[in-house]
């Protein structure tokens, strides 16, 4: 009755997709000496063997009765989170990191099962009794505590970039109810980081180039924020002519008079007078939106000021990564190696690629991690332009296909699950693929089902196919 009932498409994108994957762990390992595919001496015979596992595993997983999931999903959560906890302790330094868990001649990565555990806590928490999101400020923090649990543990591994991906779990809770609101001030946060990362070494008018371009960025978002929550088009229009105004008098001052200005408090002064004219339209407008407007720029300033003390923070690798993602710094020799060889590999492609097993980028090892997380790099120098198009389609359509799913269930649990799955495979998408082009520093994601690696493929299996599980028992509650 499972199988009559499985969502056929997926398991055939699935299955398409670690193929796909196997013969390109193949090209970017491919050694002359050695061709054979099958060869358990090279990751793409270790592969094809992790891939043969998977597939039984998904069987199991198909066969597990779909209640199940549901009824241990905390117990499967609180010991996920026990092994995150243990495994700094027991497993070796490898690169710096503490996150791998050894038994004989099998290693394991604990991180890649938190996803499906933390996706478990999360459906189960939405599925509880009356549970919404909106209802109180204790749900909130019930939510956050489950996705931010296991991110601090797998911090304390070092690995940055596992971590990072329980973030998008918070666009399952923007489906789920969440404000808008929170999105928008994540999003501003990373644009204010970039902006005084990017400009740090600029002065205008005295001021550090980051900050001036952030305080004239929060001026611009004050500006439409109060049109858009007021409806007034006279406090957005008393607004612009105070920001022009006052920006007008500091320019000639500081340029064409050349008088020395203290600029970074001048400016700070005008979009507080901005805020404070703001609260006394909300009062006397009666609309209380334009107190978000009023705060979103107050948290803008803030959050401004602490980004160099947060960007100390980081280990000097990350600081440089960021900088030559940001073009402030190049070091093709360092920190900017393995994105400048993939770039090339992947524009030598051309259109049609160079055929398979035929990159010279790909053979003569100038990739580094080429077939873990750099192996779009071998797909775009042998499939070109055209392969790179054809597995995007199939990560965007695995991707449509977890959301139309999620939204054929008639519970919260699975709809909930399927949201998760989805986020996930988005953000590794997005996040490797923009790493391997020099979009995004390089944080150690793997590309789904394509990168290698045994836990992240049981990872992303065992995922998947509770989602189908699931699925295919919807008919049935």
């Not at 969440?178 to 600029?202: H, P, R």
């Not at 919260?412 to 590794?428: D, P, Q, T």
Request: charged share 10%; hydrophobic share 55%.
């Amino acid at each position: 009755m499972t199988l009559r009932n499985l969502d056929w498409l997926t398991v055939a994108i699935y299955l398409l997709m670690v193929v796909a994957g196997a013969i390109s762990i193949y090209a970017a390992s491919y050694d002359f000496d050695e061709a054979s595919i099958f060869s358990f001496d090279e990751f793409s015979g270790k592969q094809l063997r992790w891939i043969v596992l998977s597939l039984g595993l998904a069987f199991v997983l198909l066969l597990v009765d779909a209640r199940m999931y549901e009824t241990y999903a905390y117990p499967i959560y609180i010991f996920m989170l026990v092994l995150l906890a243990v495994t700094p302790f027991v497993a070796p330094d490898i690169k710096g990191s503490h996150s791998w868990i050894v038994m004989g001649p099998v290693s394991l990565q604990p991180a890649e099962f938190a996803k499906f555990a933390t996706a478990l806590a999360l459906a189960k928490l939405f599925s509880g009794y009356h549970f919404t999101l909106n209802a109180k400020a204790g749900n909130y923090l019930r939510a956050i505590t489950i996705i931010i649990l296991p991110v601090v543990l797998i911090l304390a591994q070092n690995e940055t970039g596992s971590a990072l991906t329980f973030m998008a779990l918070f666009f399952v809770l923007y489906r789920e109810g969440m404000s808008g609101l929170i999105l928008f001030v994540a999003l501003l946060s990373v644009v204010v980081f970039v902006v005084v990362v990017k400009f740090s070494e600029s002065v205008v008018i005295g001021i550090p180039g980051g900050e001036f371009a952030v305080l004239a960025l929060v001026q611009v978002m004050t500006a439409v924020m109060a049109v858009v929550y007021s409806k007034r088009f006279e406090v957005t229009r008393n607004l612009v002519l105070w920001f022009a105004g006052a920006g007008l008098l500091l320019w000639v001052l500081a340029g064409p008079c050349s008088v020395e200005l203290p600029g970074l408090a001048l400016m700070l002064g005008i979009e507080g007078v901005a805020v404070a004219y703001l609260i006394v339209e909300a009062i006397r407008l009666r609309c209380s939106k334009l107190f978000i407007a009023a705060g979103a720029a107050v948290y803008g300033v803030v959050f401004m000021f602490s980004v160099h003390m947060a960007f100390n923070y980081l280990q000097p690798h990350q600081q440089m990564r960021i900088k030559v993602v940001l073009g402030i710094e190049q070091d093709l020799r360092g920190a900017g190696y393995n994105v400048n060889q993939s770039k090339i590999a992947i524009g030598s492609g051309g259109l049609t690629g160079k055929g398979f097993l035929n990159g010279t980028q790909t053979k003569l090892k100038y990739v580094p991690e080429q077939h873990t997380d750099f192996i779009f790099c071998t797909i775009g120098e042998e499939e070109g332009f055209v392969g790179s198009v054809v597995v995007t389609a199939l990560f965007l359509t695995l991707i449509l296909r977890c959301i139309s799913i999620a939204e054929r269930q008639p519970g919260v649990f699975a709809r909930v699950y399927a949201y998760c799955v989805a986020s996930y495979f988005m953000f590794h998408f997005c996040i490797n693929i923009g790493m391997v082009i020099g979009l995004c520093p390089v944080i150690g994601i793997p590309l789904p089902f394509f990168s290698y690696g045994g836990s992240s493929l049981w990872g992303f299996t065992i995922l998947l196919f509770v989602m189908l599980r699931l699925d295919a028992a919807r008919r049935w509650r």
